[in-house]
């Protein structure tokens, strides 16, 4: 059995910031990628950021200059900073992770998702 926690959003003023963090626990073996994606009512799911196990990152171009993706391999976390927020950025902040489990099988896992709301 394998969890992904979110943690961090909330109601922030447009041109604030916000830490999201994202804790993978359980029947892990080995994780090769996590990432960020969002989904705001109405509209399909969408990558924001990702990062690979060798620390390769990759972003969606309505986030880039804003947001920075960055993992800590030991906790099994994964953190998205997000600076400049507009309201646009009003969203469910899903964490996934592409991982292999104790049993050796490997599939994306989801987190519950965390609201961000972007307003003033």
């Known amino acids: 059995q394998v969890q992904l926690v979110e943690s961090g959003g909330g109601l922030v003023q447009p041109g604030g910031s916000l830490r999201l963090s994202c804790v993978a626990s359980?029947?892990?073996?080995?994780?090769?990628?996590m990432g960020w994606y969002r989904q705001a009512p109405g509209k399909q799911r969408d990558l924001v950021a990702s990062i690979t196990s060798g620390g390769s990152t990759a972003y969606a171009d309505f986030v880039k200059d804003r947001f920075t993706i960055s993992r800590d391999a030991a906790k099994n976390t994964v953190y998205l900073q997000m600076n400049i927020l507009k309201p646009e950025d009003t969203a469910v902040y899903y964490c996934?992770?592409?991982?292999?489990?104790?049993?050796?099988?490997?599939?994306?896992?989801w987190g519950q998702g965390t609201q961000v709301t972007v307003s003033s």
């Open positions: 996934n992770a592409d991982l292999r489990t104790r049993h050796l099988t490997r599939r994306n896992y």
């Open positions: 359980g029947s892990i073996f080995s994780i090769y990628g």
